[in-house]
């Protein structure tokens, strides 16, 4: 089933919906006085199935009668509209949903909504409770525009609740929702390990932070990482890199050791490597990592997406370490962007969550929503919640938490006891040119090759007071790892190396730390 949610002007009001008004009694909306409006009907496999106006006084919209469905009046007004036709159609039980909404871009793009895109529409429309006190018998939402920075999406992730005047966003850990004398469902959710408003609310965020249609949220990163493979089919060719996080190549070992799919590993750092991979014989997806956990080396997106689909394959990214405050994979032509949530976005090292954010939701990811559904990999609504909490300062984190990266790379390049250090934006580093073109808002993440061998690189690890010895990355404290010992027997990292994430501190203290601690370990 297609649902097409697409614009009018409001001069062409569709009879149909006239009738479906009528029905819904909304006794304030006035047809013939409507000014300049804008109306918005959800339409599945051709039947309308409900609709909204807006109508426009100058730089505000106020949304009236928001979505009616069936003859009934929708439950969740006060929201958004786009949202709430999306609703609908899920409260259907719709599978496929494809947003037509480019007029509606424009229209409100003339407007100054600039924010508003495909799929991507929640955000800017913010509802506010002083509006339904003027007028509390219309479901009526007053528009604001937040302009066309992602910062100031995110810091109002989630519109004010117009019945409670809430402007932090709920906690809903309800697991079941309710059905009415007709036995039909009177909200868009049924039972939560299918989705539930929390989980909702934060996919739409990060799907307007990736610049995607769709995001699904997950349990740990792994747990996306499984649902994207599970649609690769029996035996289907895989392209990885060779050195990746150990976790998801530790996966794709063990499918390949027992045939449920089949697995080539080409050099990351190698440009051409990737063509010749694919070259080989048929492939259904290719899995890049970049910046590449611990090297950093950096793929570039836009030429292995241009490889991918050559050959009709699917190119997913892990975004990890490159949050979309820095990179932002779907806009170099990747087709699914995946990041551990566990890291950055979320930050604080308090919870363990993946997400998946589609280009396009097309059948393949209805069939990744089936699995998650399935297999019961949701993320829960308390993690959920927390996610949205952390995303609200992703930016200003990150920001400072590069900043202090650079610093700190600079500072250790300059050290006697340092061999080498892995930094993508320093230009002795083999990945300088892409980086620069690729990690627009800076990179955290450190690596040092200390002189001596591995057990020298422990003792640096060890020696430190203010880094933490952990594994993980992205938290508000800086982390280091000797990172051949997390990884174990097959790893391939150098023995001298020590991946550092950096944290929110202040980067004098620690440069001194590590100083402090060099000095030790070789002394
Ligand atoms: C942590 C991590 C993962 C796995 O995510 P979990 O949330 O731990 O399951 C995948 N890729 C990268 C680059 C990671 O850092």
Redo the contacts with the bound molecule.
Sequence with gaps: MTVVISTSEGDAIPDAFVGLLETAELPTVDLPELGEALFLSARADGDLIGGAIVEIHGELGLLRSVVVEAGRRHSGVGSVIVDDAISAARGRGVGSLYLLTETAADFFSSRGFSSIERGAAPAPIQATAEFSRVCPDTAVAMVRNLGGHIETRLSHTVAADPTTGAVAPALIPSTTFTRGDDHELTSAWIYSRNSSPTVEAVESALADLDGGESALVFG??????SALLDTVPPGGHVVAQRI??H??QDRLRALDARGAITLTLFDQADPGALRSAIEAQPVHLVWI?TPT?PTWDVVDIASAAASAHEVGALLAV?S??APPVTTRPLELGADIV?H????YLNGHSDL???VLVTRDADTRWDTIRETRKQMGGVLGAFEAWLLIRGLRTLHVRFRRQAESAAAIARHCAAHDGVAAVLYPLLPSHRSYDVASRQLLGGFAMVSLLVGGDAPAAQRVATATDVFITAT???GVESLIEHRASVEGLHSVVAPNLLRLSIGLEHPEDLMADLDRALAIATS
């Design positions: 740990s990163g792994m747990a996306a990482f990746m996080y976790g998801a990592e956990n892990d990890t370490v995946f551990s949530a566990t890291k363990t969550a993946g993980s990355l992205g």
